[in-house]
């Protein structure tokens, strides 16, 4: 049976495959827009110009969340990496329970596996805190209930890995588009 590094390897490499593709729209919207940079835009300031998306994405393997962040940003996405549980809840009390600045997420892409808090104890977190974000959990070695779980607590998705880059895309622009 693979490791977990190399189940996440492996998908690390699949991922850069379709890289390539990644600068076409990813849904086209009413006028041509693309739903990268036309779905849920959030008003920038004075100036009221529209900024793409925030995506969040939790994992704690470096090379496959670097990988991540480089597709969803040539996607048109607003895409911060966090590398564990820890730093995820960390930027959720400056968000919400702080109530600085910082933008919010409009979709948390997080592995069920991470140093502290894991995938679906920050689901239940933000459900528990009336947060409706959608979360897409990212499962390596999770057993068969877990994805049951994940659904249960009000998970959008929850994708083995590896999986194709185009899927994750996928999951989240439908989430995006219908909440």
């Not at 086209?28 to 835009?41: H, K």
Request: contains cysteine.
């Amino acid at each position: 049976m693979p490791s977990a590094n190399r189940v996440s390897m492996a998908a690390a490499r699949r991922l850069r495959d379709p890289i390539g593709s990644m600068a076409e729209p990813m849904l086209s919207l009413p006028g041509g827009a693309a739903a990268g940079t036309a779905a849920r835009p959030v008003p920038d300031g004075a100036a009221g110009a529209a900024r793409p998306p925030r995506v969040l994405v939790v994992e704690g393997d470096l090379e496959m969340r670097d990988v991540l962040v480089t597709a969803l940003r040539r996607a048109g996405l607003d895409v911060l990496g966090l590398a564990d549980g820890h730093d995820f809840m960390g930027y959720l009390s400056c968000c919400v329970f702080a109530g600085t600045a910082e933008r919010p997420a409009d979709v948390v892409v997080a592995a069920l596996t991470l140093a502290g808090p894991c995938g679906l104890e920050i689901l239940s977190t933000l459900r528990s805190a009336g947060c409706r974000t959608p979360v897409i959990l990212l499962a390596g070695d999770a057993d068969a209930d877990t994805p049951a779980r994940a659904y249960r607590l009000g998970a959008t998705a929850v994708l083995a890995k590896p999986f194709r880059f185009e899927e994750l895309r996928a999951r989240i622009h439908e989430a995006l588009l219908f909440g």
